[in-house]
């Protein structure tokens, strides 16, 4: 099981940094995706990295602002946001992809958990 956590409030131009854990499964095995859902909307993919962490790919609205990146010590991944907007508020979801290289295809993830709320308000 996935946990994302991290998510709160926080005003246009702040930053956040997501977290994402694993429990009884180690990350280290998979490529890993970050993905959001905003109210009313599908799930958009926002960042993924290999699984050496060497290797990074961002959707368009997250180039240059979001940086994933990944702790194998920890068993962790990171998704660092800083000038947030109010289009990024949404529930963000933490993916693990069986593979070794970065995916933004929504079905290559195999194992998802719950989200963590990120609300940017003006």
């Known amino acids: 099981q996935l946990q994302a956590s991290g998510g709160g409030l926080v005003q246009v131009g702040e930053s956040l940094r997501l977290s994402c854990t694993a429990s009884?499964?180690?990350?280290?095995?998979?490529?890993m995706g970050w993905y959001r859902q905003a109210p009313g909307k599908e799930r958009e993919f926002v960042a993924t990295?290999?699984?050496?962490?060497?290797?990074?790919f961002y959707s368009d609205s997250a180039k240059g602002r979001f940086t994933i990146s990944r702790d194998f010590a920890r068993n962790a991944v990171y998704l660092q946001m800083s000038g947030l907007k109010l289009e990024d508020t949404a529930v963000y979801y933490c993916?693990?992809?069986?593979?070794?290289?970065?995916?933004?295809?929504?079905?290559?993830?195999?194992?998802w958990g719950p989200g963590t709320l990120v609300t940017v308000s003006s």
């Open positions: 009884g499964r180690t990350l280290s095995t998979y490529a």
């Open positions: 993916g693990a992809a069986p593979r070794e290289g970065y995916t933004n295809y929504i079905r290559h993830y195999r194992h």
């Open positions: 990295i290999n699984r050496n962490g060497d290797s990074t």
